[in-house]
């Protein structure tokens, strides 16, 4: 297991705390190899965005010298008040060519160059943000398909530790927050930068004591932007919050509309509902409080800027200091700061719940896994021939958590986790059949997953063929195990693609033999598309036999060397299980079958069967001799026997 | 996923209809709306103030003064209370914002709330038959994201929709008293500014579309293979489901690329229309200001308010947007709302004051079909005639489909009555 995971405290909730916020900065370094391989885009799109704030710079300073020659100054941004010249940026009148005061010709010249540069600048904008946000998109592209090979990698223990809705949220809400300091998070913080670089240099040219107060309300917008951005964030989470708990008293009430009707609880919920309806509710006002104070005031602040450049640019210009150009440039660089000056504040709570994001997609993308090839030493193309075997096999699950596995055998009632399996001697020869009877919670399945590798036994206590288990690449070891499990899971495609979904290839022909084998031929063909027909999500459209029987078809197809039903004919009636058997004993014919039921009738013909108890082989041999001994095995056929008899009556 | 057309289908903007039976909802806070509606009036003007109070300072001091016609002294005076004009302006546009924006969120929010209110409780005495036409999820939507859809029209939609008109058509009217020729300049942009926001938001609200649906798509095989984790791995199927994802996966980041294209080419075209708006006012209105046929002040004022079509412009159409989501969402509310409910305790119902508890059921016929003349087959219940004394144990027994859940539901009154004389004695 990884340092990290074992470093990381789970609360009862299943979240996860990966790393403490302090570490932000260095979380966001994380992300540099998925920059990396973008970094000529990247720098194309840097440069395209400095030149988009060099000639975006331009513009106010054109609409400053058209002013200027309207008044008839001499030279653009200079006061000559009686005479002489008190400030001025001469570098400008000596790079602004064919300027002169009262002329026709030098406004159209000015005009035309705002045009200019303002397609210019449209030009290099477009590219900025098609590159720079293009990129973004494109890193999380990568890094959501690393998520899911990273997914795909992880043993089941990480699935048990950590909730399917929790890892949603990492995959989805904190990728986004990720994708948000690539794209956005990049594109404005350096917008920013440059705008404000060539916005106050130029500024300071042309009044530096103007600039400074034009600015006073730069930093109150930051913080303003920072704080209110932050409560805001945080309220709507909250609101995101209730508005979940309302769907779900919504959701639990229809659901259950039958019973509130029967027990005539209408009026008792529509209290309840009130509830989470005023909840929600409260909890928008509180944001509407803040939001409802945070856009006026912002515009507020930013318009004290205005007010900034009259009132003092006014002063100095009545003083002779700057130019009416000047002052106009001003009020029009302003323009151009007010979006700048609201980034500032929003970036900075990109990058910071990005960092935190990070850490959280860190927690997958870097989280070890416990099962792989890591002692695979046979080739891989060697075939199995399917015995197994058992050595003084004791097991624990190594997570703490109660009711991890399907058979909820497995809570400990103290701090001392509980072995589920002690003990364990049995050899499986290839080709025969073992059946395993026993109690709910003895370690039956249990067993049979520890052979299929979803959860790792002790080193040396399974053998496949005589060699450790670990010894075999995963890969090949599962492609030779048809494994029935016992709760069906059934993906939201076709029925044929569900049964072919261990097949490399779709194959009809495959999937009605195997659909055949497992007594599914009949209803699938009854169904609208027959093989076609989309199963729904998780299968919700078939009966539960159905789906058992797809789930056996699902195994029987990949003709494997090593076939596990774990009590996989508990759905259906006892009729079509003994249709199944019939079509399964031609397949297991050959093959080494592990079974698990509770009906003697199903295991009765195995070569060998073997009774768990509290993890323990408690009895084992044939179904006579189990009969013979009269113990466990042999109540459960009496009793089983006799209720058949009473089915018949 | 199938549903998610059906749910999205963007109806009408404007239906007389319905948005007058939407407005009903707003009848409580009356008076309130009436207030921020009273505050566009402020608001209006407070927003047009600054390029006029600029326009104010270079006429009247700032050129006068540089010509030498007026003293520094005076003129600086005049400054100053510009200034603080301008800063009454900044502290009244804040104080009417602040009370508009809250009270029409507030007003939002309650009329939400009734709302929700009304559509649960008539989802409490709605007949069991229509829970069987229609699935859960599909409701919950009614009672949260619909309603949160009318939620934007009420809270902001209305009220910033007619702030935006009154603004555009104030300032056009504003800008043609002040000067008809330079007017006509500015405003030939409009149609412009129009054209480009509409292809726009055609495409951002295309582009939206196609991400929602990959996003969904993404969203539920993570869902989907985290859950059934264990099966991918047993089946060898890794491969495949990152090939399969890989996909979805493509499919989300094309969908993007067209989102970031409309937005790469809008933000420019806006910003190329209003400085080559601005360049026009200057090269037109700059010629008139040399030939001493227009004051500077008003030439900069022009610039100004040049700038400013383009926010309510952008608001009017995304509001436009939310106006027929609204539409669309109220449509499938009152739909909802106006279902009958059939099973309602007649007023000539007796109260039952702690029945005893005797039922008797009196030659019941019942038929899960709404048809006039039902079939022989659809009868669940034929005749049934049996009486229960208080305190006795009745068991049922029968095959699956017999109707025996039929007749348990009866006795709580979920269906309706077809040819039913069904008696609780009291």
């Avoid at chain 1, 093989?531 to 078939?542: A, F, M």
């Avoid at chain 2, 407070?46 to 001091?61: G, T």
């Amino acid at each position: 297991m990884s340092t990290k995971a074992t470093n990381t405290k789970v609360d009862p909730s299943g979240r996860t705390q990966a790393t403490k916020p302090a570490t932000a900065g260095n979380n966001l370094l994380g992300l540099t190899p998925y920059l990396g391989r973008y970094k000529g885009a990247i720098a194309l799109g840097l440069i395209a965005l400095a030149l988009m704030g060099i000639f975006g710079n331009v513009i106010p300073l054109a609409t400053g010298i058209i002013t200027d020659t309207l008044t008839g100054n001499p030279e653009p941004f200079q006061t000559s008040e009686h005479g002489q010249v008190v400030i001025g940026a001469t570098w400008l009148s000596r790079n602004i060519p064919y300027y002169a005061p009262h002329s026709h010709q030098t406004l159209v010249i000015y005009c035309l160059i705002l045009v200019a540069c303002v397609m210019l600048k449209g030009l290099l904008s477009f590219s900025t943000r098609w590159i720079l946000i293009g990129v973004s998109r494109d890193i999380e592209y990568d890094i959501r398909g690393d998520l899911l090979s990273r997914l795909l990698l992880l043993e089941p223990e990480f699935y048990v530790r950590n909730r399917t809705g929790e890892l949603m949220s990492r995959a989805t809400n904190d990728l986004n927050n990720v994708r948000m300091v690539l794209g956005p998070g990049i594109m404005y913080s350096a917008t920013t930068l440059v705008t404000m670089v060539l916005a106050i240099s130029v500024m300071l040219k042309l009044s530096a004591s103007l600039t400074l107060w034009v600015l006073l309300p730069v930093p109150i917008v930051f913080f303003a932007v920072r704080h209110f951005g932050k409560i805001i964030h945080e309220m709507y989470e909250q609101i995101q919050a209730s508005l979940a708990a309302l769907s779900a008293k919504v959701q639990e009430n229809l659901s259950g509309v039958r019973v509130v009707r029967a027990y005539a609880q209408e009026e008792a919920e529509l209290r309840a509902f009130d509830e989470p309806n005023r909840e929600y509710v409260s909890q928008n006002v509180k944001l509407i409080r803040t939001w409802s104070l945070f856009m006026p005031s912002l515009q507020a602040l930013i318009g004290t800027s205005f007010l900034i450049v009259l009132w003092q640019g006014g002063h100095q210009l009545l003083r002779g200091q700057i130019s009416l150009g000047a002052l106009i440039s001003f009020y029009t660089y302003l323009g151009i700061l007010v979006w700048p000056m609201i980034a500032l504040g929003w970036v900075t709570n990109i990058f910071q719940r990005g960092a935190a994001s990070v850490g959280r997609l860190n927690y997958i993308l870097e989280a070890k896994p416990r099962i792989d090839d890591r002692n695979a030493i046979i080739p891989p193309q060697t075939t199995i021939e399917g015995e197994i075997e058992f050595r003084t096999l004791t097991f624990t699950y190594p997570t703490n958590r109660s009711g991890l596995d399907s058979n909820n055998g497995t809570r400990s009632n103290g701090n001392e986790p509980q072995s589920i399996l002690r003990d364990i001697n049995l050899r499986i020869p290839a080709g025969s059949t073992l059946a395993i009877v026993g109690p709910t919670g003895s370690g039956k399945s249990t067993l049979a997953a520890l052979i299929a590798r979803l959860w790792d036994a002790p080193e040396g206590e399974v053998l496949i063929d005589g060699r450790p288990i670990r010894e075999w690449p995963l890969d090949t070891l599962r492609r030779s195990i048809g494994y029935v499990p016992q709760e069906t899971y059934l993906f939201g495609e076709t029925v044929g693609r569900n049964i072919a979904f261990g097949l490399p290839k779709y194959d009809l022909s495959q999937v009605r033999a195997a659909a055949e084998v497992a007594s599914l031929d009949s209803d699938a063909e009854a169904f609208a598309n027959k093989y076609d027909t989309v199963v729904g999500e998780r299968g919700i459209t078939l009966s539960g036999g159905q789906k058992q029987r797809a789930a056996i078809a699902r195994a029987v197809i990949r003709d494997p060397r090593i076939l596990i039903l774990d009590d996989s004919l508990s759905s259906v009636d006892t009729q079509t299980e003994e249709r199944i058997l019939t079509g399964l004993r031609g397949v297991m014919r050959g093959r080494t079958t592990v079974m698990i039921s509770h009906r003697t009738s199903t295991v009765q013909d195995a070569d060998q069967i073997v009774v768990l108890r509290e993890g323990r082989i408690i009895e084992r041999g044939t179904h006579d001799e189990l009969l013979r001994r009269a113990g466990y095995y042999a109540d459960l056929y009496q009793k089983q026997l006799l209720e058949e008899e009473l089915e018949r009556a | 996923m199938s549903n998610t057309h059906e749910e999205e289908a963007l109806g009408k903007a404007y239906d007389a209809r319905i948005l007058r039976r939407l407005l009903q909802y707003m009848r409580p806070y009356r008076w309130r709306v009436t207030l921020a509606l009273a505050l566009v009036a402020v608001v209006t003007p407070l927003e047009l103030a600054p390029p006029r109070v600029f326009q104010m300072a270079i006429d009247k001091y700032f050129v006068p003064a540089m010509g030498g016609s007026l003293a520094e002294n005076e003129a600086w005076h005049g400054i100053l209370l510009l200034s603080v004009a301008f800063l009454g302006v900044l502290i009244f546009d804040f104080l009417a914002q602040y009370i508009q924006i809250r009270i029409m969120q507030r007003v939002g929010q309650q009329t939400m709330y009734d709302m929700r209110g009304e559509i649960f409780g008539h989802l409490q005495r709605l007949p069991m038959t229509y829970y069987d036409r229609n699935p859960v999820g599909r409701l919950v939507t009614r009672v949260t994201t619909d309603v949160d859809a009318l939620n934007d029209l009420f809270a902001a939609g209305v009220v910033t929709m007619i702030n935006d008109f009154f603004l555009l058509a104030v300032m056009a009217a504003y800008l043609f008293k002040i000067d008809r020729k330079l007017a006509v300049d500015a405003l030939a942009v409009l149609p412009f500014i129009l054209a480009v926001t509409y292809v726009f938001r055609k495409f951002v609200r295309d582009a939206n579309r196609n991400i929602r649906t990959a996003i969904a798509g993404i969203n539920a095989f993570l869902q989907e293979y985290i859950s059934g984790m264990s099966i991918v791995q047993l089946f060898n199927r890794e491969e495949k489901a990152r090939a399969e994802f890989g996909r979805r996966n493509q499919n989300n980041m094309l969908a993007w690329r067209d989102a970031i294209l409309a937005f790469a080419l809008f933000y420019p075209a806006v910003e190329i229309l209003s400085i080559a708006t601005i360049a026009l006012i200057y090269w037109a209105g700059g010629s008139r200001v040399l030939g001493s046929t227009l004051s500077l002040g008003v030439l900069t004022a022009f610039t100004m308010y040049a700038t400013r079509f383009f926010r309510p412009i952008q608001d009017l159409s995304e509001k436009f947007n939310i106006l027929q989501s609204a539409m669309a969402a109220s449509e499938r509310i009152f739909k909802l709302l106006d279902e009958p409910v059939t099973v309602q305790s007649e007023s000539g119902a007796l109260r039952l004051d702690g029945p005893k508890g005797e039922i008797e059921f009196r030659n019941v016929w019942f038929s899960y079909r709404d048809v006039a003349e039902p079939t022989d087959e659809d009868w669940v219940l034929r005749d049934v005639s049996f009486k229960v004394m208080p305190g006795q144990t009745i068991a049922i027994v029968g095959h699956t489909g017999a109707g025996k859940t039929t007749l348990i539901s009866y006795c709580c009154g979920s269906m309706t009555y077809s040819a039913a004389r069904f008696c609780w004695t009291a």
